[in-house]
């Protein structure tokens, strides 16, 4: 089974750093597991690494696709499993480096999509409640892990089950087991060194730009384009429609980071085996070692 490094954590929790660092320590190749720098116009915003900080170390699926192009968890468990192969053909280590979990997951285990489902356009004129009465027709198991109002995953459930398939059916192949042989190491720290260097992120963020940036994005882009869901990009729609300040802007990504990192650590806890490490205060020699060791098994 292939081994494949994984680093898990949450936003500004220094994963891009402690990811260099054993890339390099590690003759290893990043892959980036991050839904939203996988666009090559989010940068700012998304706090995708700068070329001078990668020192080197060759990365993937970084400023991959377009902003008007949809990209979602299929493409990246496609895309993403054929960078292992190509990284271990080299005789590299891959590396998983990034935030959004779904992805990472997909990347992992034995997650089995639907090919060409249903276009969304059919859905466009339909309430959440009716799509969701919709489904309990169709594929009534699926609603134990679906929440009535998560328009999205009613959809797609919706759209594989009009495929031929029902989502349950794929659940129930599916073994939930990691298809890699894989570390993962998650980052961690105090909530409230978390929740500092959360604000000094976004404080920075401006201080580079972040307006210019998303300036451009409202000229050339559509709100309704997946990559502008981001946060740090769909809080500026109600500055650019008129409705809150530039500083009410700054104050919302702020909030909205913040619960995100929370909603992380939960959904990591509860979704994968995750060696936590806390590098601001044990240092890198730990997490060095058990890399090391897991390496030579």
């Known amino acids: 089974m292939s081994k494949v490094l994984t680093i898990v954590g949450p936003?500004?929790?220094?994963?891009?750093?402690?990811g260099i660092r054993l890339a390099k320590l590690f003759n290893g190749e990043i892959i980036n597991g991050d839904s939203i720098q996988v666009y090559r116009q989010l940068n700012i915003g998304s706090a995708k690494i700068k070329e001078e900080e990668m020192d080197g170390v060759i990365h993937h699926l970084l400023s991959y696709v377009d902003v008007g192009e949809q990209y979602n968890v299929k493409r990246f468990q496609d895309d993403a499993r054929g960078k292992i192969r190509e990284i271990e053909e080299r005789g590299h280590l891959p590396i998983?480096?990034?935030?959004?979990g779904l992805y990472i997951k997909a990347l992992l285990y034995d997650y089995d999509f639907v090919d060409n489902p249903e276009k969304l356009e059919q859905y466009e004129e339909e309430d959440t409640n009716s799509l969701y009465?919709?489904?309990?027709?169709?594929?009534?198991?699926?609603?134990?892990?679906?929440h009535p109002n998560n328009r999205k995953r009613i959809v797609r459930a919706l759209?594989?089950?009009q495929s031929g398939y029902l989502k349950s059916h794929q659940e129930e192949k599916q073994k939930h087991e990691m298809v890699y042989d894989s570390y993962v190491l998650g980052l961690t720290m105090e909530r409230e060194v978390?929740?500092?260097?959360?604000?000094?992120?976004?404080?920075k963020m401006f201080e580079e730009g972040l307006l210019e940036?998303?300036?451009?994005?409202?000229?050339?882009?559509?709100?309704?384009?997946?990559?502008?869901h981001g946060i740090g990009y769909k809080e500026?729609?109600?500055?650019?429609?008129?409705?809150?300040?530039?500083?009410?802007?700054?104050?919302?990504?702020?909030?909205?980071?913040?619960?995100f990192a929370k909603r992380?650590?939960?959904?990591?806890?509860?979704?994968?085996?995750?060696?936590?490490?806390?590098?601001?205060?044990?240092?890198?020699?730990?997490?060095?070692?058990?890399?090391?060791?897991?390496l030579s098994e």
């Open 236 to 259: 500026f729609k109600g500055y650019f429609e008129g409705s809150q300040s530039l500083e009410e802007t700054k104050t919302l990504i702020k909030t909205h980071t913040r619960q």
């Open 11 to 18: 936003t500004a929790s220094g994963k891009s750093d402690v």
């Open 194 to 203: 978390l929740k500092q260097r959360i604000d000094l992120r976004v404080d």
């Open 133 to 146: 009465e919709k489904l309990k027709k169709i594929d009534p198991s699926s609603l134990e892990k679906i």
């Open 96 to 100: 998983v480096v990034g935030g959004t």
């Open 159 to 161: 759209q594989i089950a």
């Open 213 to 228: 940036e998303v300036t451009h994005l409202n000229e050339d882009y559509s709100w309704s384009d997946h990559g502008l």
């Open 264 to 294: 992380q650590y939960t959904w990591w806890n509860h979704q994968m085996d995750v060696h936590w490490h806390n590098v601001l205060e044990d240092g890198y020699s730990k997490m060095e070692e058990n890399v090391r060791r897991w």
